[in-house]
């Protein structure tokens, strides 16, 4: 990882960032849509037999990939399939080509093109949000953010639920994709499951978080994110006037993200730390 200061662009800069990230999310989305065959094929697996990579995750980092050489060459990138290509502007574009790729293989439409841009070292414990766009393939909605300017859906303003008892809250919540990791997670949805008003595993941990943005889910929490699964959403919760956290004081990343209005994010914290459901043992 490289390792540059965090130096926030001006609010008309950050505009005309959230503009483009909106612009390389709906160029992708429009390949996807367009390109998908009657059947998908998996090209690859990659933490797991069950964790698929299709031809189209490939070709829309690479369609990403492309318009930010060409418009932003000074920048970084840090892509699902293609990993980290440092820039010298202090800011990294991270990317999922196709969050919900379980879901395009089977043809369930949840699925999404998340693209964040964040200030300082690309690594959710260290850099600071930017930008962020999240083009829901199937339906065509996009959500955006620009750091100070607020969270959108097709143009309107996002605000996050008001905070509720965890006992009357709708969870979002995802899996990952080893024995280990989901035995761990079994186990800590025995113990949620008769606490809340209910879950949903929807697929797309960038939808998940746009849902908490616009109000149709409560609260998330997932075990396992990574990068480019957080960068987009992470900061349009935040502009709708939500959290987004890790446990017991960490950052929101790989061993827990918990998202939502603050107090039911706190409630929902304390158990899950409780039940140790950052931890895979
Ligand atoms: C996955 C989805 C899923 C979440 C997994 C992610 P991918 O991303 O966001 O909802 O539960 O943790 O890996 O592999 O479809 O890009």
Partial sequence: MTSTAAVLPDPDQIAALRAFAERLARSAGALVRDGRPDRVDVAATKSSEVDPVTAMDLASEAHLRALIAEHRPQDGILGEEDG?????SGLTWVLDPIDGT??????????AISVGLVAGEPDPAHWTPVAGAVHAVSSGVTYTAGHGLGATR???????????PLATSLVGTGFGYTVERRTAQARVLAELLPRV????????????????????????FERGLNPWDLAAGQLIVR?????????RGAAAGLAMTVAGPART????SDALAGWHADQDG
């Fill in 197 to 220: 008003r209910d879950i949903r595993r929807i697929g797309s941990a960038a939808l998940d978080l746009c849902r908490i943005a616009e109000g149709s889910l409560d609260v998330y």
């Fill in 154 to 164: 097709d143009g309107q303003p996002l605000r996050v639920n008001a905070a509720r």
């Fill in 265 to 268: 994010v706190d409630e929902l």
């Fill in 239 to 247: 502009e709708a006037g939500g959290v987004v956290t890790g446990l």
């Fill in 102 to 111: 379980v879901n395009y293989l089977y043809g369930i439409p949840a699925y």
């Fill in 84 to 88: 980290l290509l440092p820039g010298s």
